[in-house]
């Protein structure tokens, strides 16, 4: 039997992710910390993907989400979301983990924090969507991916419209929302997708070559 399909943690009702090759330690303690550990790698990831931008008009594309649904891909729904959740919490703390290399409490006040809301949710899609094999195929993974990368944009419009045009006063319409919030990012989002749908499957092969070769 290969390494994969002994691996400790599939369930009935879903598949393996990436992480879950990893042989779980028999003890709860020791699984929890492997857990742990796997969350706080992953918030690393995006807090490091977070500072890296590629210059493309009309808005620059960063890493940040290409890091959000890798990470949630790799984890899984749960430990993805809680990872982001780490990340999310830890740039409150004042650690500079959001892009620009900022941190603080102060964020809560951006525009632009709404999308940090919704990265836990597009972590736990992107999760939800590998733990049923979605991520295997680079087709099926392009489509659940860019699902994911659809839900910031549920948080992050109306936080943005909430910061505008109650706390600031301004009055930004509908349309000039989707203008600033929406629209600028969408060949990036698709970018993105289609590159952890590389990345994602990718890994996969490695991983089934590797288990291969032990046979």
Sequence with gaps: MSSIAAAPTASAGTRRVLADVIARPSSRARAFALDAGLVIAGATIVALLAQVEIPLWPVPITGQTLGVIVVGAALGAWRGAAALTTYMLVGLAGLPVFAGFTGTVAAVGKP?????????????????????????????????????????????????????????????????????????????????????????????????KADQSKN
């Design 112 to 208: 632009s924090f709404g999308f940090v809301i919704g990265f836990i949710f597009s972590a736990f899609v992107a999760g939800w969507f590998a733990e049923r094999a979605w991520d295997r195929r680079p087709g099926l993974a392009f489509l659940g991916f860019a699902a994911a990368s659809v839900v910031p944009f549920l948080f992050g419009i109306p936080y943005m419209a909430f910061i505008l045009n109650v706390v600031m006063g301004l009055d930004y319409s509908f349309g000039e929302l989707l203008a600033v919030g929406l629209l600028p990012f969408i060949l990036g989002g698709l970018i993105k997708a289609a590159l952890a749908a590389a990345i994602i499957p990718g890994a996969w092969a490695l991983v089934r």
